[in-house]
Every structure is written in C-alpha cells, then in structure tokens.
C-alpha cells in the first residue's frame, strides 16, 4: 500500500463532509460511496463527521410522538392481516413493559369489541421442544397440547429470510420428515397437527427448514435445515 | 440514554428480535422524533418520517456495525437523512413559488448557543472559530438540507464562491475537531 499515489486527505477530509451534508451531486456521492466501501480511512473521515454533525442536534428536546406511530410502524412491518390476530396487526403481539399505558388505552378504545390476546402457550403441554440453529440465530419453543392437537410455536429469535418461508417438519423414526406446515409470520402461533401424526409426536424430532414463500412446493425440504430439537414429554 | 443498551437492540433487532426492535423504539423514538419535527416543523410529516426511519432501521440492522458509527449517530443520521429528504421534496415543490423571495437568515439557531456537554462544548467551539454566515450555512446544510444552489441564492453570492467558502470552512472546522 506504500506505492501508487497517495490519496490527499485533506480533499478527502472536504468530500466526506460534503457527503454527510448532503451536498454531493448524486452522481458524486455515488462514486464516494464506492470509494468508500473499499477505504476504511475514508469511512473512518465520514464517521467522524457524522458523529460531530449529529451532535449539532444534542439539544433537540426528545419528543414522544404518538402512539399510533409505534402500531404503524408494528404493521407496515409485521402485518399478514389474514394470518393474524387483531391484536398482533396493532403490534400488540410482543408488547413489554415499556409501553406508555396511554398507547394501550387508544388501541383498546378503536377497537373495542374486536380486542384478543393473541396465541398464548398452553397451561398444560404435554410434549415441548427447543428447536434451535447451533449459533443460535434461530430458536423456536414449541409446546403442544394434547386437547386441541394444536402446537404452539413462540420465534423469540430469528425470521425468515426476505421473500421465504420457515417451515416446519417431524422427523420420526426412520421415516422421512412431514411437514408439519409453515411457521406463523407472528413470533408466535398455532400450528395445528393433522390427526394421524399426533402419535409420532413422542420421541419425534422437529426441525425447520428454509423454502420459498409458502413453503416447499414439493413436500420435503428443499432448502437448509436451519434448526433442528427434539420433542420430549413434559 | 445508554449506548451500549440501544447497540445490544440493534445487534438483537439484526437477528430478527421483535422484543428488542420494540424496546430499541421506546428508547430512541423520542428523540429521533424531535429531530425529525425539529427539520419538519410539521408533526404529521415528523411521524411519517419517524415511520420510514424504524422501518429502515429493522431492515438495514444487521449493516450497522459495519459503519463505524456509534449508535445513537446511526439512528439521528438515519432521521436526519430521511427527513431532509422530504423537505428537499416539499422545497421543490414550492421552488418557483419562492425562488423570487429567498431571504437570509443570519440568525443563528439556538443550537448555536450550546452550553452543557463537552462534545457539545468543543463542536460550539470550533464553529465559533468559523465567520457567522460560514457557520451558520454549515448549520443550514445539515438541520435545512439545503444544498450549494440555495446557499448560494440565500446568501447572494455565486454557486462557486459558495461552494468554496463552503469547502474551506469544512476544511477548519475538520482542523479544529481534530485539535
């Protein structure tokens, strides 16, 4: 890196700050951009103006802005309307402690009569599973109850790549994995277990593959197995 | 507002962890949203904006660490962007109406005046060694998005000349925040 032209850092030091500014030319900003991704100094330039700029706004008071812009944002980014529970639409879904009761009142007021919980895990499981990647980027708890035939999935890390599916399949004994269908948009669901599996539930094995949007078009898995537990009685 | 906590959201938000994309937003919300209505002046823009920004901020997470950014940088850089991109649209809209009347405005915001905070301190410092008006266009380049044209119309002076008093103060002020 010693030969070849030195890059002058002072004109450099100038572009960075006109980038963070704004007052490149696109075209300009274009080509630094470039620059950029390929120069750690020059990000390490940007960086910098970027951290004194920013300080130009230390004394903006915070404003909280409303609580419809919180349910928005939950929406726009985790909506599947046909798949999901009122209270999932507003982002209610995974609401924590943290939410002004003042948001809790409004989403309650508009919809009155309309208003659910949500999935919830059952009080009573009599298998559960902890279906995990090995660098834990992917875990899923699924807990099934034997009443309903139905297996509660809870995603608390993890989602499907953009424009695929996280499905999931029971593998048991030596024979091939079944779908058990796709995994809920939601991080957490209701998967029901068609009858006739029910029973290899016990000393099962489930995993969760990555397929294309709606899941395998073929009935086994097509792509990675990202995440695989075993299912052990309660 | 601790910066380690609101790094942890977004490494666990890149993951796809909905808890902590929340508790990111109940952190950061207030103060990304008065950024936003501070360059807007207009709420329901403030909060279409606040609404781009977290949206960004859940698909682009896993990209943050390689920024060198720290945070809370990423997070105001992000709602400056986004709403200076909306007043540049609302501006040219509005450009042939006002193009006849643009005004300077030497006046320097209260953000000039800052006291408390060493950052703050040392950044107040270095753009008090700047000439008002050069400071002051910096200022309106960032908190305005106003670009080399419109500096240049507000200030009466050529695109060029504007560009390059603009250029020299960036050049100080880099000097003087690197002392």
Redesign the interface.
């Known amino acids: 890196m010693t030969d070849g032209p030195q890059p002058d850092r002072?004109e450099d030091?100038?572009l960075a700050?006109?980038y963070?500014?704004?007052?490149l030319t696109p075209e300009e900003a274009a080509a630094f951009e470039e620059r950029m991704a390929q120069d750690p100094e020059l990000?390490?330039l940007y960086?910098?103006?970027?951290?004194?700029?920013?300080?130009?706004?230390?004394?903006?008071?915070?404003?909280?802005?409303?609580a419809r812009?919180?349910a928005?944002?939950?929406q726009?980014?985790?909506d599947k309307p046909e798949q999901r529970s009122v209270a999932q639409r507003l982002?209610l879904?995974?609401?924590?402690g943290?939410?002004a009761a003042a948001a809790v009142a409004a989403v309650i007021a508009l919809n009155a009569g309309l208003f659910d919980v949500g999935p919830r895990a059952p009080l009573e499981p009599e298998y559960v599973a902890q279906i995990a990647a090995e660098d834990g980027?992917l875990i899923v708890q699924a807990a099934y109850d034997a009443e309903r035939g139905a297996l509660y999935v809870d995603r608390?890390?993890?989602?499907p790549a953009p424009g695929r599916s996280l499905e999931l399949w029971l593998i048991a004994g030596e024979e091939p994995a079944i779908s058990l269908g796709v995994l809920p948009d939601a991080?957490k669901g209701n998967m029901i277990v068609p009858t006739e599996l029910r029973p290899k539930l016990a000393g099962g094995v489930l995993a969760i593959s990555d397929e294309p949007e709606g899941g395998s078009p073929t009935g086994v898995a097509t792509g990675a197995v990202l995440a695989v537990g075993n299912v052990t009685p309660v | 507002m601790s910066q380690p906590l609101i790094e942890e959201h977004i490494a666990?938000t890149a993951?796809?962890?909905?808890?902590a994309f929340?508790?990111l937003?109940?952190l950061t919300?207030?103060?990304l949203?008065?950024?936003a209505?501070?360059v807007l002046n207009d709420r329901a823009e403030?909060?279409e904006v606040?609404?781009e920004v977290?949206?960004k901020v859940?698909r682009n997470a896993d990209r943050y660490r390689a920024?060198?950014?720290?945070p809370?940088?990423w997070l105001?850089?992000i709602a400056?962007?986004a709403a200076?991109d909306r007043l540049r649209r609302r501006r040219e809209g509005q450009a042939e109406l006002d193009a006849a009347e643009v005004v300077p405005d030497p006046a320097p915001g209260?953000?000039a005046h800052?006291v408390a905070?060493s950052?703050?301190e040392r950044?107040a410092g270095c753009f008090g060694e700047l000439e008002r008006d050069k400071a002051e266009a910096?200022?309106r380049?960032?908190?305005g998005?106003e670009?080399?044209a419109e500096l240049a119309a507000a200030m009466d002076v050529p695109l060029n000349t504007m560009r390059t008093w603009?250029?020299r103060s960036?050049?100080k002020?880099?000097e003087c925040?690197?002392r």
């Open positions: 002072d030091r100038v700050g006109e963070a500014l704004g007052l990000r390490a960086a910098a103006w970027a951290e004194d700029f920013a300080a130009l706004t230390d004394d903006f008071p915070e404003i909280a802005p409303p812009a919180r928005r944002i939950m726009q980014l985790f982002g879904g995974w609401i924590s943290g939410l980027t608390p890390v993890g989602a991080q | 666990r993951t796809g962890d909905r808890e929340g508790r937003y109940s919300s207030a103060k949203f008065g950024v209505l501070r403030a909060e606040l609404q977290f949206v859940w920024n060198g950014l720290s809370m940088t105001i850089t400056r962007n200076i209260p953000e800052a905070g950052e703050r950044l910096v200022r380049a960032y908190l998005g670009t080399y603009l250029r960036l050049l002020l880099r925040l690197d």
